[in-house]
């Protein structure tokens, strides 16, 4: 009986064991983690990783995610795609991984679109998506699935101001993890819509996201935060000083090769990388010019009134403050609030918070419309041109995805590319090739091993026919080639929404005051000119047309119709 029993109790405990290994042998991700978990000498070693095939997957994943970012607001952020022929198709993985060790990898390829439990995640100002070079991320899940990514911060900016070096992510994972990643290249462009990924694949995505939220923790000193209590009022603050760089490109500026290169000689340019900056000149002169009774016309900047006297069409009345009266009578002389508007002098200040030290011109209503508008409603387009400080021009860049977004579906006018739809430019895949080779054998002859050099030579004459000769001008003709051509059916999503609001009831005018309420709800700024107005066009436009100075098509298209009684 002894003997039954022992040989029962056996027999269940190597039934248990065969079950449990055959599941960790199906399980690609378990066989991951056991491995990540014997190898103490990585900091990342007790991360979960869990994969959301489906809508049930992405929803559980989501909700352990926000309730990690209830305890610290941030997360590490990457995107995989898969590249055919040299383009990019759309993004097949995104990577979100918390403090606590968590990594949600969402098969977007899988799922096709975006979960509106996901979309609030990654549309969350209150939660940092940090990572290197995230911007462009966020930029191509915009591209391909409508998201308006928020708050991403490009670690570089953090290490930099603190005084390390701004590096990839890998060297930054090593310096202050101790980290050594795994960038093979063949894991980097391996097939990332694949029916399933492999362990391979499963680690490098992750690792890149949870590398993210570790150095980011580091460079906070909140590295040992699973072993000590840190107060929200230091999370705050620590968070909070990193507000400036949200959103904001990281770029290091290269200074061009001198001009005394041989290489520029044969009509090689070379041209520098610009860096990110903001005015820190006064934009506004506050000039004013005159009618030739002395009325008062308008407020205008010094170079224009320069040019009304350097082309004997004005005189220099006195010099301070600089103002010119007209030789001539103007087509029209200010009238109402739209003519007080324009006479008022402006102020070099940020119109939502009021600093002054450094800024940029906003278009409210971005130029990609404005351009396709008719001219009389292009003209005296300064009413919505206003100064933003770096952080409020960021906010409201930022913001303004959503109302492209939303024009882009109303107007069947997609904004970026997505899939399906025509590019402005196709690119050649054979004549960049050509220009790549031609670029490397000509600029680096010197530094290439000969081995290299004859493979690229081969690879470059495939494209001429047999018996070309490898020529210096062969190379610089390949080098200025042409490698894109535009798209007949291409439309811009610009002109494609300024047509159909031309074409509707409301006209552009509607178009406008979208624009200028997103500013005003959005931004509340507090110190906008005075006299700004919504309806600022309108008045404009309505004053032209009782001087009969605008035509009936414009007049239509911009969305007021005919109008018969003058305003005074």
């Not at 202050?176 to 980097?188: E, F, G, P, T």
């Not at 007021?560 to 005074?568: F, S, T, W």
Request: charged residues 25%; proline residues 4%; positive net charge.
């Amino acid at each position: 009986m002894q003997n039954k029993h022992k040989l029962i109790v056996s027999t269940a405990l190597f039934a248990t064991l065969g079950i449990s290994v055959l599941y960790v042998l199906r399980n690609g991700n378990i066989v991951y983690r056991l491995r990540r978990m014997l190898d103490y000498r990585n900091p990342l070693r007790n991360q979960e990783i869990v994969v959301a095939n489906n809508f049930g997957d992405c929803q559980k994943i989501v909700e352990r995610l926000k309730r990690h970012c209830t305890e610290y607001r941030v997360l590490g952020f990457d995107c995989e795609w898969t590249t055919v022929n040299g383009s990019r198709r759309p993004v097949a993985l995104l990577q979100l991984a918390t403090h606590r060790g968590l990594c949600g990898l969402f098969r977007l390829s899988s799922l096709k679109t975006v979960p509106s439990d996901l979309r609030a995640i990654l549309e969350d100002e209150n939660i940092i998506k940090v990572g290197v070079v995230p911007i462009d991320d966020s930029k191509y899940l915009a591209q391909d699935y409508g998201i308006r990514v928020a708050s991403t911060l490009d670690l570089r900016h953090l290490a930099k101001s603190l005084g390390y070096e701004p590096s990839g992510l890998a060297k930054l994972a090593e310096i202050h993890l101790s980290l050594k990643m795994n960038k093979n290249w063949r894991i980097r462009c391996s097939d990332w819509e694949a029916r399933s990924l492999t362990d391979e694949q499963l680690g490098y995505a992750a690792t890149d996201a949870f590398a993210a939220v570790e150095i980011f923790k580091t460079l906070n000193g909140h590295s040992d935060l699973r072993l000590k209590f840190v107060s929200k009022h230091s999370l705050e603050r620590d968070i909070g000083d990193c507000g400036k760089y949200l959103n904001l490109k990281f770029s290091n500026v290269i200074i061009a090769p001198s001009a005394k290169s041989s290489k520029k000689q044969v009509g090689i340019t070379m041209k520098p990388v610009r860096s990110f900056s903001m005015r820190t000149n006064v934009l506004y002169t506050n000039c004013f010019l005159q009618a030739p009774d002395g009325e008062l016309l308008a407020s205008i900047d010094r170079r224009k009134a320069e040019w009304y006297i350097n082309k004997s069409l004005g005189t220099l009345v006195t010099d301070s403050p600089y103002t010119v009266r007209l030789n001539f009578e103007p087509a029209a002389r200010a009238r109402g609030d739209v003519g007080e508007f324009y006479k008022l002098p402006k102020l070099n200040q940020c119109v939502v918070c009021g600093a002054s030290e450094s800024f940029n011109r906003k278009n409210i209503v971005p130029r990609e419309y404005r351009k396709h508008f008719p001219d009389v409603m292009k003209s005296h387009s300064s009413h919505d041109i206003v100064l933003l400080c770096p952080q409020c021009n960021r906010l409201s860049s930022s913001s303004d995805m959503t109302i492209r977004l939303q024009l882009a579906a109303e107007c069947d006018a997609p904004f970026l590319l997505r899939e399906g739809c025509l590019p402005r430019i196709t690119h050649s895949v054979e004549l960049k090739q050509r220009r790549s080779f031609a670029n490397a054998l000509y600029l680096n002859e010197n530094r290439i091993p000969d081995e290299r050099k004859q493979f690229l030579k081969q690879e470059l004459l495939k494209h001429y026919p047999p018996g070309t000769e490898i020529t210096e001008q062969l190379l610089v003709d390949a080098m200025e080639t042409e490698t894109g051509e535009v798209n007949a059916g291409y439309s811009a999503h610009g002109a494609k929404v300024v047509e159909f609001y031309k074409n509707s009831d409301g006209g552009l005018i509607m178009l406008e005051n979208i624009w200028r309420e997103h500013f005003v709800n959005t931004m509340k700024p507090k110190f906008l000119p005075n006299l700004w107005s919504l309806n600022h066009t309108t008045e404009r436009l309505t004053i032209r047309a009782t001087e009969g100075r605008i035509q009936e098509d414009d007049l239509k298209f911009a969305g007021l119709g005919k109008v018969d009684q003058p305003i005074c």
